[in-house]
């Protein structure tokens, strides 16, 4: 089912429905079949970049489409309605891509973004560790300055294209200073001494690998550092506002494909001489699932208008991410419902949906965490 959108622009009607055809053509015919086989689809996001869809919301001078959030957004969620392997791969590596865009120097941009952005590299945001996931102020990676710049030394865990992508932007230590020891980092992937682990064996998302990156005597000249020394963890948050509301249209996306499923199978199902969605059991249940997805849609746009204004949007980013992914799971898991022994089949995608769901309350800071950043900035009112 086609959403129907308020965009800001004619232009953005038109990128959307080339999105749309590109889904239809490279991206949902073969969701499933990779999926199951574990394939990355790392020439989809050629595809992508070739499209112009790496770069959206970054600027036109550096090979970006200077598209408002609001738009970026909406086309991660119609992506990751095809295929959240892909929607989320796209919010990666813009969350990979927007420390140099946001803290980098002049030169750093004019040298590094066109590549970033102009479709041929695909990003990894390394922060999370082993022993530092929600408390990512706690992160041990170091690196040390000499002479020639910097050598960096530590274990990431859980990073998202781990041992596919192209480049990696890295938070590391460099002081002991806490929070404020934290440095933020442009490693291209060639670099000698980066090593990756296995990808980990997931419940869902398994097109998209998971793997440690491993950082062993790995040297970086100066040039490297990306913004202020100490002033990484300040980057990290900044970029994560963003991926938050990238996580919560992938969610938007992957319900309203569950959503979608449903309701066609509801339509065609029949059962007592009558169709199944003229049952007020499974129309209620139809109902409900898709006011909680458009009030998700509704909520990430709000927070998306906020950054696109220049306005604080962080504690409205958490509840969008939190809502979102909240509503994902439950709308898929009711999708499976009313398929009823059907939905617990790989041969309908909405087993497949639910378990990819889970995933989403966890990845760029769990709903836990959510609820206290939101609680803290309700508290700061108080």
Known sequence: MTVERTLPTAEAHDLLDLVRDLI????????????????????VFTVLGR?????????????????PYEVYLQVIEELAAGWLAVGLGLSVHTLASFPVAAYGSAAQRAELLPELLGGELLGAYCLSEPQSGSDAAALSTRAVRDADGYLVDGVKAWITHGGQADFYTLMARTSDDGSRG???????AGTEGVSFGAPERKMGLRSSPTAQVRFDGVRLAGDALVGQEGEGFRVALAALDGGRLGIAACAVGLAQAALDAAIAYAGERRQFGSRVIDFQGIGFMLADMATQVAAARA?????????????????????????????CMKVTTDAVQVFGGYGYVEDFPV??????????????GTNQIQRLVIGRALAKKA
């Not at 073969?30 to 020439?43: G, I, L, V």
């Not at 036109?60 to 598209?67: F, I, L, N, R, V």
């Not at 087993?351 to 760029?364: D, F, G, N, P, S």
Request: net charge neutral; aromatic share 8%; with cysteine.
């Open 182 to 188: 934290i440095s933020c980092f442009h490693v291209p």
């Open 24 to 43: 239809a053509k490279e991206v949902a015919p073969r969701a499933s079949a990779d999926e199951s086989a574990k394939r990355f689809p790392r020439e």
């Open 351 to 364: 087993e497949r949906y639910m378990r990819e769901a889970k995933v989403l309350q966890i990845v760029e």
């Open 51 to 67: 499209s112009g869809l790496l770069g959206l919301p970054y600027p036109e001078e550096h090979g970006g489409g200077a598209q």
């Open 299 to 327: 909520l990430y746009l709000d927070a998306a208008r906020l950054r696109d204004a220049g306005r604080p949007y962080g504690t409205q980013a958490a509840m969008a991410k939190l809502f979102a992914t909240d509503v």
